[in-house]
């Protein structure tokens, strides 16, 4: 046995869920990863005093019933 067999490089981080999806779906990663940033961004960027535009998260939270159940049918011309 040498000595670059003895000696170890540390703990290894085990990312098998990002590697298989990378695996499975290769040019899916970077869109997503780059999407959440955008999204950091832009949140981080509407917490700033006097900013207008609200951020993601408030646009989720003011449209959730709209994005669950987006055919909904209250009659008459009241549709989703």
Do not use: C, R
């Not at 949140?43 to 669950?68: E, N």
């Amino acid at each position: 046995m040498t000595l670059a067999q003895k000696h170890s490089t540390g703990p290894k981080v085990d990312n098998s869920f990002l590697s298989s999806l990378q695996k499975q779906f290769p040019e899916l990663v970077p869109p997503v990863i780059t999407l959440l940033i955008f999204l950091t961004i832009w949140q981080l960027f509407s917490w700033t005093p006097g900013a207008t535009l609200p951020g993601p998260i408030q646009g989720i939270q003011d449209t959730w019933i709209l994005i669950l159940y987006p055919f909904y049918d209250k009659g008459g011309t009241d549709k989703g």
